[in-house]
């Protein structure tokens, strides 16, 4: 059985090792993936993004979402969609952008993306799933893998059925599995004797996300379901050391100055990709994630959220006697 730390090869791209950073819609900018290759990710998924938006040019999505650093390892940017040749013709530009493979998500539970027909509602409808996956093969002549959920529901198995499909006839070159349904998100026990399973009948490498926390968790499921490798998603926010910790070059958690200064890293890089205002809102999100490691109270988390500018977060993060105390 391969270890984590072992290189392997996907679709033809040679990866170091076998932890990578999942997709994480509304989160995976370039500078999240970075985060995450700077702290040891063998492979990075971008971002949720349109086949539409990127088909028709919009352009944030083309300038904002599809935006990679010169700095960034191996990236999977994934697309959602329901259009063969619409997904076609974004997953060409794609390739275009300097994609290293292509992604697509067939598996998000979100329902203003499933009315679309696109993403967990392709697993009711496999020939337009298994004809979807060829197009962006196709189009972009990049390896393209895929993100199933286990079903719709809970006790279904209609991803299972539809990973068969997409390998023998779609030709993808991996399989990303999260074993819950669609409809509980990410609540519940993930079925990682499903996950085996899976990885036990497909001709092709199967990356397990779900439920992934700790490295107790990941080598635990690693083991028990003789994945290729494994996803880290919820699990890495604000706590990037968890690649380090998993890949064995760290024995514990950071002290809290490391924290404040990737933090503060975090910042930065926010308001160099969205600008000073934009930055603002989304750091509101982020703030929580090291606030929690950092230990930090109602206070100091009321206050972020209600700073008007990176510069006045920055002042009540980096005040002379939080660094002390920190």
Not at 182 to 192: C, E, F, I, M, R
Not at 253 to 261: F, G, N, S
Not at 301 to 320: C, I, K, T, V
Request: include cysteine; charge should be neutral; glycine fraction near 10%.
């Amino acid at each position: 059985m391969p270890a984590l730390t072992d290189s392997w090869t996907l679709g033809g791209v040679p990866l170091p090792n076998r932890v990578a950073l999942a997709p994480l819609a509304g989160i995976g900018t370039w500078f999240v993936r970075l985060q995450a290759f700077r702290h040891g990710a063998g492979l990075a998924f971008s971002e949720m993004v349109s086949s539409f938006g990127v088909h028709h040019g919009n352009p944030r999505t083309c300038t904002e979402m599809l935006r990679l650093h010169p700095d960034e390892g191996p990236v999977a940017v994934q697309l959602f969609g329901a259009d063969p040749d619409i997904m076609c013709s974004a997953a060409e530009r794609v390739a275009q952008a300097g994609a290293t493979l292509i992604d697509l998500n067939m598996g998000c539970p979100v329902a203003k993306v499933c009315k679309t027909g696109a993403g967990a509602a392709l697993l009711d409808e496999p020939d337009r799933a298994v004809a979807v996956a060829r197009a962006a093969r196709e189009g972009s002549g990049l390896p393209v893998t895929v993100k199933l959920r286990s079903g719709r529901a809970p006790g279904q198995r209609s991803g299972v059925v539809l990973a068969q499909r997409l390998a023998e006839e779609a030709g993808i070159a991996a399989l990303s599995f999260h074993p819950r349904s669609a409809a509980v998100h990410h609540k519940g026990t993930p079925d990682y004797d499903l996950a085996a399973e899976l990885v036990e009948a497909l001709p092709v490498p199967v990356l397990l996300s779900g439920g992934l926390r700790s490295p107790e968790q990941v080598e635990r499921a690693f083991a028990h379901t003789g994945a290729a490798a494994i996803l880290l998603a919820r699990g890495s926010l604000g706590d990037p050391w968890l690649f380090e910790q998993i890949l064995g070059r760290r024995d514990g958690p950071p002290p809290a100055a490391e924290v404040l200064a990737e933090l503060g890293w975090v910042m930065d890089r926010a308001e160099e990709h969205f600008g000073p205002r934009r930055a603002t809102g989304w750091m509101r999100k982020a703030y929580p994630w090291y606030l929690e490691r950092l230990g930090a109270g109602k206070l100091l988390r009321d206050a972020l959220m209600r700073a008007e500018s990176l510069d006045l977060a920055r002042a009540q993060l980096f005040a002379p006697a939080l660094s002390q105390a920190a």
